[in-house]
């Protein structure tokens, strides 16, 4: 046997309950559980520790982490995260099926078992300007991959309820081709919720209360439980495990690099729930076997023989200790993944060339309100109000430059920011991604977003001495360098911005949300600002 | 020997290490420990257990459980909470020096070790009407009970920072007689923050972020790491501990019924922290003796020969098996406060009529806005709006009625509540507690406001056929029923505010601070509209 690990606990999730073990595995596969302790060319001891199988996130964003699937792979593993499903819509929203391709190709680069869902609503509305977009074509083309395993998220839940073509076609053809369909039903109740589900939808990931989950569990979903940056399914809300352990997942959704380095990833949700008083066995069950069964990966959601050997040794506290993959051992601290060789179209993405003038504010009587830690903004009217700038009562400049060649701009006054000088820009900005900078003078706007567009993406703080810059180089929005490095830089430039007055836990990422125009209650999207309410330009 | 606990892990804080041994108690004290089993009357099997000092909540207003300290230290048991430090500044402003009174001779109706902080801010400023007050002469007659072993956080910092004359007494009479002083430092930084510590404060609980503990923790103060139901310190701050294990505690500050319930009071901290990556023994040491030694109670903090018997036997995964209190064993399922007998005085502490008219809106172009989950309001300024009742854009009237016999009564408009029909109320309402109400119609505003009145205090809603009121009968503020039964009348009363319309998690939470006039931006007190930005009447 080319590995053998003596003296372990391992998971019965039929019987729920941790039974003492020894595994026996060759090329790959276990090929022997017994009592009586085994011989092979390699020993692990696994005294006190558990042998899971892999965690699984069942729902991510990779892009939100500002890195390359590959890098993300990396951090995934060193959570013992061995199976990822990832709706990577932003890097389709820039780049669209081409941008795709890259990130399967570039996810090999790692051992990490990177799976995708076709995003099904890019772009998002027909209001903003994005530079890609997934036709129904395109889905089928994608839907060949073996990588793929999802329909991804049906964000447009009107949409599907109403039947609309274009769904009911997507949601066909997923059926076709065996892949599962994931919903997005945030605050989604009754008559509708069972409408989305009867239409084919078979899992949801936007719960935040244990009454929701229950609903959602009772008319036909899986839930995934969420640990994201910034949204969290509530610490009641996982009682539900108790009654349904069989139905519910867990997820990240979006989570930054640097929290993914600091507090983890599944592993996260994992210890949660134990901390939480659910018994570990069941914890288990729901980071590992529920979602490598939604996803049809039977063959890696057991420690039995006949399975491939993808395992994460847990210490008692269920802290990552070793990880076997493909029936190799590794050690979490040497996990790396292959540098990628990214393609000229995605370094170049940008199709704008440097401002001279910035735009001028079009609804003097209109502010955007920002709250630290929400994406809802509110509308204030300022009655009489005709200055761009009036740093006293924290009323800056916004400005949303276009970057796929169309030449829309656009302005609008936001209270909330708190800079006392300079500016700040970003590439990232849901899910158009063109450039948003927020600032205290034009002369400032304007250095933030040319050194965004000299760069071809990135995010830019301006002090009224330098320009600093962190480069997000691929499409514009995450970045190719290791994560422990690109979080030394973010952490940097977030600490600028506190210097400059900001309040704002992460102004970056709260900036990169004032463009999205599915968000209530304002936004600022390139051809100007949107009354969410009424779903129209003011 | 009363009482023998063989074959248990012991925590030994000095080498942080846990210790296979066996303890021996007589007459409440600990008599024996040793590596061999010991014989006794009462022999508890810790098999795979950890015997741990008692946990300890470092800073609480019992008062936000809506709970009688009794009752609350019930709860606090069934969860390993054998010592409380309760600042109980609510029943001071309604009551003043006698509210406390009865409040520390009600602390003997639980075995819950509940001590007492005196509260040093009771009113918290000039500019609404309390029903108490804590003079210098007050504090120093409550420190010579013997359960107050500190001086309650020092919210008005600005005033410490300025020497004001009544806290520079009040901090030197509570080194006189040998009391903590608690600190209250919200954002505090670089040089006010260490004039504040050298006032003499001790420690703070207003944590957020990691580099707010570490440079509290520099400047000398011990820091708590609070998880309420609204407030939390972040994940990442945790890591702290890893740094500065003797410098940190827990605290649960405000803490629902519900949540004591369903998810805990100071064994949730100790078990997130171990899901965090803390080392158990850490982590404990954090949750018992770090607290224990800061009020002075060595006699509880460790495991060991002449110390006092107040222990948990807590399982591997840290949940309460069972509790050992002044040498008596006790299963946490059994455990019960006697009932309390209330005074007349706080019984009927309703110093005001029912109301014949609803107060007229003042100011007709303001409106405070309201988010979930949020103590800060907003100023929204409507040009032109004329109408007190504006339904269709969720624009409501919200009344402020003083309780204490001065008359006095004010209303304003607000956004956020979403009721559709009737009107909630609550005779909670910081810092003051007078009663406030938010609804749809002077008719379903006067119908609550008298129920509270009528019953001398409680949360209530109009439905327009019915009145709904859950009783908060002493004081107008908590009520002395178990914990249990009372959560399921609260409850009952969320479930029928949703009915309503609104949108919100706990409407009658986010409506108790709608008069607080320490927090931004503009609040109802019973004088009139208050702009807490200018600190002026608007």
Do not use: W
């Not at 899992?203 to 244990?210: A, G, P, R, S, V």
């Not at 993406?457 to 480069?471: M, N, Q, R």
């Amino acid at each position: 046997m080319d590995l053998v690990i003596n003296d372990v606990l391992i998971p019965d999730f039929k019987t729920q309950k941790f039974v003492k073990g020894c595994v026996g595995i060759n090329k790959g596969r276990v090929v022997e559980v017994s009592q009586a302790p085994l011989k092979g060319e390699v020993v692990l001891d696994g005294k006190e520790a558990y042998l899971s199988p892999g965690l699984i996130d069942c729902h991510c964003h990779i892009e939100s982490s500002y890195l390359i699937p590959s890098q993300f792979g990396t951090q995934a593993l060193k959570r013992g995260v061995l199976h990822i499903v990832a709706d990577c819509h932003e890097i389709a929203n820039v780049a669209g099926r081409k941008g795709l391709e890259f990130f399967i190709k570039d996810s090999e680069n790692t051992k990490c078992n990177i799976l995708f869902a076709v995003p099904s609503c890019v772009p998002a509305t027909s209001f903003a300007t994005s530079g890609g977009e997934i036709t129904l074509e395109d889905v089928e083309t994608l839907f060949h991959y073996e990588k793929v395993v999802a329909l991804g998220e049906l964000m447009n839940y009107e949409g599907v309820i109403n039947k609309e073509e274009k769904f009911v076609k997507m949601i066909e053809l997923a059926k076709k081709y065996g892949k599962v369909v994931n919903g997005h039903a945030p605050k989604l109740t009754g008559e509708k919720l069972r409408a989305y589900v009867s239409a084919g939808i078979e899992d949801d990931h936007e719960n935040e209360t244990y009454e929701e989950v229950l609903e959602k569990i009772q008319a036909g979903l899986k839930v995934f439980i969420r640990e994201g940056s910034a949204e969290h399914t509530k610490d009641k809300a996982y009682e539900i495990i108790k009654e349904y352990s069989e139905k519910v997942m867990f997820c990240s959704d979006d989570k930054t690099a640097e929290d993914l380095i600091t507090l983890g990833h599944i592993d996260y949700n994992l210890r949660k729930a134990i901390s939480l008083g659910i018994e570990p066995i069941l914890a288990l069950k729901v980071a590992t076997y529920n979602g490598l069964l939604h996803y049809g990966l039977k063959e890696f959601a057991e420690v039995k023989v006949g399975n491939r050997a993808y395992f994460v040794l847990f210490d008692k506290n269920f802290k990552v200790r070793k990880l076997v993959i493909d029936g190799e051992v590794y050690d979490v601290k040497n996990v790396k993944s292959k540098v990628s060789d990214v393609p000229e179209f995605l370094l170049n993405s940008f199709k704008v060339r440097p401002i001279e003038n910035v735009p001028r504010v079009k609804h003097h009587e209109l502010c955007i309100l920002v709250r630290d830690g929400s994406l809802i903004t509110e509308k204030l009217v300022l009655a009489g109000h005709d200055q761009e700038y009036d740093l006293e009562n924290d009323i800056l400049k916004i400005v949303n430059i276009e970057r796929y060649g169309h030449g829309n701009r656009s302005a609008g006054k936001i209270k909330g920011f708190g800079l006392k000088r300079g500016a700040i820009a970003t590439s990232v900005s849901h899910d158009c991604h063109n450039i948003l900078a927020v600032g205290t003078s034009d002369k400032a706007i304007k250095a933030v977003v040319n050194a965004i567009i000299e760069n071809q993406g990135g995010l830019a703080l301006f002090d009224e001495k330098e320009v600093y810059l962190v480069s997000l180089r691929v499409g514009g929005i995450v970045s190719n360098e290791e994560a422990e490095s690109l979080v030394k830089k973010l952490r940097f430039l977030k600490e600028k911005a506190k210097e400059l007055g900001s309040p704002l836990t992460d102004p970056f990422a709260t900036l990169s949300f004032m463009a999205l125009e599915v968000i209530p209650h304002i936004k600022l999207t390139d051809k100007g600002l949107f009354d969410v309410d009424r779903f129209c330009y003011f």
